[in-house]
Nanobody
Framework: QARLVESGGGLVQSGGFLRLFCAASGIFLSINTICWYRQAPGKQRELFAVISSGGTITYADPVKGRFTISRDNAKNTVYLQMSSLKPEDTAIYYC??????????WGQGTQVTVSS
């Protein structure tokens, strides 16, 4: 059974950094498009980083230049390196794998809290 598990979240001061992990089992991340979403309290879930199966990477403007998405196919893991963190980055962070319209999976999320 396919499963995604996020980890690496925590509490960090403004300007700090964190590295999130999205580890997969039951599916191969290398043949999926992997998306990172986040959801802040009272707000809608927001898509902010994507890495396609072909390696094309896209970022939303709020994180461009600060966050880096990458993938290690051998470890079947996608990473999100976050730097220059701001209080407005506080949210639950989710990874989402998409192989097709009918084949996608979500992780359970990891909390990131940035203090001012």
């Amino acid at each position: 059974q396919a499963r995604l598990v996020e980890s690496g979240g925590g509490l960090v001061q403004s300007g700090g950094f964190l590295r999130l992990f999205c580890a997969a089992s039951g599916i191969f991340l290398s043949i999926n498009t992997i998306c990172w979403y986040r959801q802040a309290p009272g707000k809608q879930r927001e898509l902010f980083a994507v890495i396609s199966s072909g390696g094309t990477i896209t970022y939303a403007d709020p994180v461009k230049g600060r966050f880096t998405i990458s993938r290690d196919n051998a470890k079947n893991t996608v990473y999100l390196q976050m730097s220059s963190l701001k209080p407005e980055d506080t949210a639950i962070y989710y990874c989402h794998s998409v192989a097709s319209l009918y084949d996608s999976h979500w992780g359970q999320g990891t909390q990131v809290t940035v203090s001012s």
